[in-house]
Antibody
Framework: EEQLVESGGGLVQPGGSLRLSCSAS????????MTWVRQAPGKGLEWVGD????????HYVDSVKGRFTISRDNAKNSLYLQMNSLRAEDTAVYYC??????????????????WGKGTTVTVSS | DIQMTQSPSSLSASVGDRVTITCRAS??????LAWYQQKPGKAPELLLY???RLRSGVPSRFSGSGSGTDYTLTISSLQPEDIATYYC?????????FGQGTNLEIK
């Protein structure tokens, strides 16, 4: 069974740092783009960013650029989210997710097919 | 950035009703759209990808359609277990924006 388990969430003061981890099992981790998605309390889903299979390409939503860094260790089947200069608006459940793609006709379609259960980050003094 | 406008934001329907949720992109996204279902306190789950492809194991009462900028998720006959919030997500460009969500309740 494909599984993702996040850890590392907690309470942190504004301006502080936190590192989230995501442990993958049940699939060939090194073969997939991986994603972080967050959800503020009572709000919708927000895509945070993703990272290519070998870590050579990463993308971020504007609101976290320069503060968050996504990395991975394929030998450990692990994904990471380093969060610096945290703000109250970063308070959310953070989900680790696996991206897959499907070729249909001339196009290649990406989507998330596996989600972790999430880890909660609270930024407050 | 491509913006995704999802409607309605909330919806109340009876068991057996046909339910439709729409997502409009600010520019064409060539069917690069996925739909997710999120039940309270749980992680989202994939329902459909490429706008209309049903994920294996998802009940056939769920279907998707659309093209260009306008996409639709339809539940043909609402069941009690379908109570959830539904999100669309575009995968055409970075950032991979989600719609605002549709909270579906039973009447």
């Amino acid at each position: 069974e494909e599984q993702l388990v996040e850890s590392g969430g907690g309470l942190v003061q504004p301006g502080g740092s936190l590192r989230l981890s995501c442990s993958a099992s049940g699939f060939t981790f090194s073969g997939y783009w991986m994603t972080w998605v967050r959800q503020a309390p009572g709000k919708g889903l927000e895509w945070v960013g993703d990272i290519k299979q070998d870590g050579s390409d990463r993308h971020y939503v504007d609101s976290v650029k320069g503060r968050f860094t996504i990395s991975r260790d394929n030998a450990k089947n692990s994904l990471y989210l380093q969060m610096n200069s945290l703000r109250a608006e970063d308070t959310a459940v953070y989900y680790c997710a696996k991206e897959v793609g499907a070729t249909i006709g001339p196009y290649y379609y990406y989507y998330i097919d596996v989600w972790g259960k999430g880890t909660t980050v609270t930024v407050s003094s | 950035d491509i913006q995704m406008t999802q409607s309605p934001s909330s919806l109340s329907a009876s068991v057996g009703d046909r339910v439709t949720i729409t997502c409009r992109a600010s520019q064409g996204i060539t069917n690069s759209l996925a739909w997710y279902q999120q039940k309270p306190g749980k992680a989202p789950e994939l329902l459909l990808y490429a706008a209309s492809r049903l994920r294996s194991g998802v009940p056939s009462r769920f279907s998707g359609s659309g093209s260009g900028t306008d996409y639709t998720l339809t539940i043909s006959s609402l069941q009690p277990e379908d109570i959830a919030t539904y999100y669309c997500q575009q995968y055409y460009s970075i950032p991979r924006i989600f719609g605002q969500g549709t909270n579906l309740e039973i009447k």
